[in-house]
């Protein structure tokens, strides 16, 4: 193998597993998530939860807040019980944390093309717009997180 097919390999694998950049929200870049987990409730909806806190998981799972002063987190949860891929409605917010003070933003326009659903692993594509037009898409590629994220919701 040349040392450009290896380039193009490595990079092809990179992107299998990691979410494309996120764009802008508001004047803040997003960049690309370094976590990436979801969680189902009782009824089968699907909360996803991308941020570039790393170990996302254990962040949410501890009742500590992120120790680190500068982070976004963006959640986005379907309304209905997913049970197959297909495209489905979603709500989002975002909080982005900059030198702890926290912008937050929410919309209910969106959707998520789901590509791949099974016990430990979703991906697809997520598509939202907030006010103002800022739009975020991404192709998620998501593990399954064993808290709560619907916790406070209903």
């Given at each position: 193998m040349t040392r450009s097919q290896l380039a193009v390999a490595m990079v092809a694998m990179m992107s299998m597993s990691c979410d494309y950049d996120m764009d802008t929200l508001d004047g803040h870049d997003l960049g690309r998530p370094t976590s990436s987990v979801f969680s189902r409730d009782?009824?089968?909806?699907?909360?996803?939860?991308?941020?570039?806190?790393?170990?996302?998981?254990?962040?949410?799972?501890?009742?500590?807040?992120?120790?680190?002063?500068?982070?976004?987190?963006l959640s986005a949860w379907t309304s209905v019980g997913v049970d197959e891929p297909d495209e489905y409605a979603v709500e989002a917010y975002v909080a982005i944390s900059n030198n702890q003070e926290i912008d937050e933003y929410d919309t209910e326009a969106g959707g998520m093309t789901f590509t791949r659903i099974d016990a430990e692993k979703i991906k697809g594509r997520l598509d939202i717009t907030f006010p103002g037009n800022d739009?975020?898409?991404?192709?998620?590629?998501?593990?399954?997180?064993d808290a709560d994220l619907f916790v406070g919701m209903y």
């Open positions: 009782d009824n089968g909806h699907i909360m996803l939860v991308l941020s570039d806190l790393p170990n996302l998981c254990d962040t949410l799972t501890d009742a500590d807040a992120p120790t680190s002063d500068d982070f976004w987190v739009r975020i898409k991404a192709h998620v590629t998501a593990e399954y997180c």
